[in-house]
């Protein structure tokens, strides 16, 4: 018999304990390829976040606590007065101090409404507007269409005052489709036509004409934000912010990108934290290793006493030590790598707020076999040294 196949027959006749040494580097291995695809799509998720803003702007009410006071004493804090935004804030906007920035101005008015026996968030906006500022809404279906014919560009249709856009996920929480009538409100509308999916909230959305929904929800001239979009990425957007600001002291004015640089930080965080947490765990697989390695010389203290014996040198004996650790660390990787793929595919969008799918990183296989099989045998040096340095006259006197 030749080294590897005693490396091989030791592995098959010590099947449980090299099945937990293994799962020690599978647990390790998958932790630390999970936390990197989860990183990874973080990363990806922010990049084309900040390029979907540019250097956008939104403009909310802006919330004010109320003070109750009795004979000139202050009481408590028992109210909010919210601050409306209403279409006279718009004319304001154009001709604020950073009026030359101004490329795109989308007003938004959202509010709940029944459809049938569901409640759905319905969002009224001017169409062109709106969908200009977004080119990313895309349609997948359009009423008046035939089998086969172009989808139009949707900033350049014109929604009818009975249209709806559908997000994909409304219209199939709806069973609706293109065409098709829905009551909203007690209003017969139609759905012009359907978004093809994001991989975010707008899913959920349902979109109509400003105006209409203003009538709908009884709030005529109301707004609940409006979205204001620069000419230029480059352009300065806490400048611009603070230009809207003053010019519209009853507002809160939010850079939107600001948002994304926040949640850049939240990512080097987790990030942080993700690689504590696999060292960690490495470190445990690595006693794993270590312990499970140290038992199996001590149990083959005459076997390796007779191969001595016999005429294998010391390097013959560390040779078997390394290539069974070497096996199942391989094997330990290769599971690793795709329970850690699975793990953040189906668990990362949910563990760090992900919009959207985690695809496989095949660049990370290879990696994850290297830091298997090198954290073996590295951590088998010991156990290989030890078994090298029996003497063969104990090892053997004891059978």
């Not at 196949?5 to 647990?27: E, P, Y």
């Not at 604020?96 to 759905?120: D, T």
């Not at 509308?189 to 009884?218: P, R, T």
């Amino acid at each position: 018999m030749n080294i590897l196949q005693i490396a091989f027959s030791n592995l098959k006749r010590r099947k449980m304990k090299m099945l937990f040494l293994m799962m020690g580097l599978v647990v390790g291995v998958a932790t630390v390829v999970a936390f990197l695809n989860i990183i990874q799509a973080m990363n990806i998720e922010l990049g084309d976040r900040i390029d979907e803003f540019g250097a956008n702007v939104v403009i909310l009410p802006k919330a004010e606590g109320v003070e109750m006071h009795y004979s000139d004493t202050v009481v408590s804090d028992l109210t909010f007065d919210v601050q409306k935004l209403t279409m006279e804030d718009i004319p304001k906007i154009y001709s604020s101090s950073v009026q030359e920035y101004i490329n795109i101005v989308s007003p938004k008015l959202v509010g709940a409404v029944h459809v049938g026996k569901q409640k759905v968030l319905m969002v009224g906006v001017e169409t062109k507007k709106e969908f200009t500022q977004k080119p990313w809404f895309v349609l997948k279906q359009q009423a008046g269409l035939t089998t086969g014919e172009k989808v139009g560009e949707l900033a350049l249709l014109d929604v009818p005052e009975d249209g709806l856009v559908l997000g994909s996920s409304a219209a199939e929480a709806l069973k609706v489709g293109v065409g098709d009538e829905l009551i909203v409100n007690n209003e017969t509308f139609h759905v012009f036509g359907i978004l093809n999916e994001l991989g975010s909230e707008e899913d959920g959305l349902v979109y109509a004409n400003l105006n209409v929904v203003q009538n709908l929800l009884n709030r005529p001239q109301e707004l609940s934000m409006i979205e204001v979009s620069a000419y230029c990425n480059s352009c300065p957007i806490e400048e611009i912010a603070m230009g809207l600001e003053e010019a519209l002291q009853n507002t809160q004015v939010i850079p939107m990108r600001q948002v994304a640089l926040y949640r850049e930080e939240t990512i080097g965080q987790f990030s942080a934290f993700g690689l504590v947490l696999s060292g960690m765990v490495l470190l445990v697989a690595a006693l794993v290793v270590l312990t499970t390695m140290i038992s199996s010389v001590n149990e083959r203290t005459r076997e390796i006493g007779i191969f001595r014996a016999i005429g294998f040198r010391r390097t013959h004996i560390m040779q078997i030590i390394f290539l069974e650790a070497g096996m199942v660390s391989i094997l330990g990787g290769v599971v690793g790598y795709f329970m850690g793929s699975f793990a953040a595919i189906y668990a990362g969008p949910y563990l760090a707020q992900i919009q959207g799918n985690i695809p496989f990183q095949k660049e990370l296989f290879l990696p994850a076999v290297g830091i298997s099989t090198g954290l073996a045998i590295l951590v088998s040096a010991y156990p290989a040294l030890k078994a090298a340095r029996l003497d063969p006259a104990e090892a053997i006197r004891f059978i």
